[in-house]
């Protein structure tokens, strides 16, 4: 049983740059949550996804920062022109979407440093 | 809107002693209470939560937390630590429908031999 998977575990990207994150929820979970731990503040919500639609955008960056979750593969976090600042550890968490589930399953995170 | 408060950053503490972990919130509706560990270069993994019944849940490792309605609380305790228990640990709160949590900024616990 396969946990939720994310990639790459580690990504380093010069300013200006983009990057991509991955994430793979676990099998049968319909919905992905994105976050963003920076060193001292703790996790702080970015975006909400289920297959398809964008349920709770709130957490994100008006600007250069996006996410998406196709019908088929894994779900996006895609961050424009990357600056110093979004230097942090991006995590995604499943969620199966039922009811009395409440539980979200995390990734292992990727490490974003922007040099 | 809800929002969790945990009050301490950082708790240093001895091997085999006592520990808690304070955890306050605040909500308008019914709340449903989690505590997620998350050990160094890893993820979040869910701890104990409350969602119903009685109010003093358990993990399977030791942890304890009591639900305390009138005092909004959900403190983490551990009647005596180990080094391996050394991490972070983040409160969260939960609406009822379990599709929205937030997350307090964490407490990092550190054990001492």
């Known amino acids: 049983n396969a946990g939720v998977m994310q990639n790459p575990r580690h990504l380093v990207r010069r300013r200006g740059q983009e990057a991509r994150l991955r994430c793979s929820p676990m099998?049968?979970?319909?919905?992905v949550y994105w976050y963003r731990q920076l060193p001292e503040e703790g996790l702080k919500f970015m975006v909400y996804?289920?297959?398809?639609?964008?349920?709770?955008e709130s957490g994100m960056p008006k600007e250069r920062f996006s996410a998406e979750f196709p019908k088929e593969g894994p779900s996006i976090l895609r961050i424009q022109q990357v600056v110093r600042g979004d230097s942090a550890a991006y995590f995604c968490?499943?969620?199966?979407?039922?009811?009395?589930?409440?539980?979200?399953?995390f990734g292992p995170g990727t490490r974003l440093t922007v040099t | 809107a809800q929002s969790v408060t945990q009050l301490d950053s950082q708790v240093p503490v001895f091997e085999e002693a006592p520990v808690e972990l304070r955890c306050n919130y605040s909500?308008?509706?019914?709340?449903?209470l989690f505590w997620y560990v998350q050990y160094p270069n890893q993820g979040l993994q869910l701890l104990l939560k409350?969602?119903?019944?009685?109010?003093l849940v358990e993990s399977i490792n030791g942890f304890e937390a009591e639900f305390n309605k009138s005092q909004t609380s959900f403190h983490l305790r551990k009647p005596s630590v180990h080094i391996s228990d050394t991490a972070e640990y983040f409160c969260?709160?939960?609406?009822?429908?379990?599709?929205?949590?937030?997350f307090g900024a964490g407490t990092r616990l550190f054990v001492k031999a």
């Open positions: 968490a499943s969620f199966p979407g039922l009811a009395g589930s409440y539980e979200q399953y």
């Open positions: 909500s308008s509706v019914s709340v449903y």
């Open positions: 969260a709160v939960s609406d009822s429908g379990g599709f929205k949590t937030i």
């Open positions: 099998k049968g979970h319909s919905h």
């Open positions: 409350y969602l119903s019944g009685s109010t």
């Open positions: 996804l289920q297959k398809e639609n964008i349920i709770d």
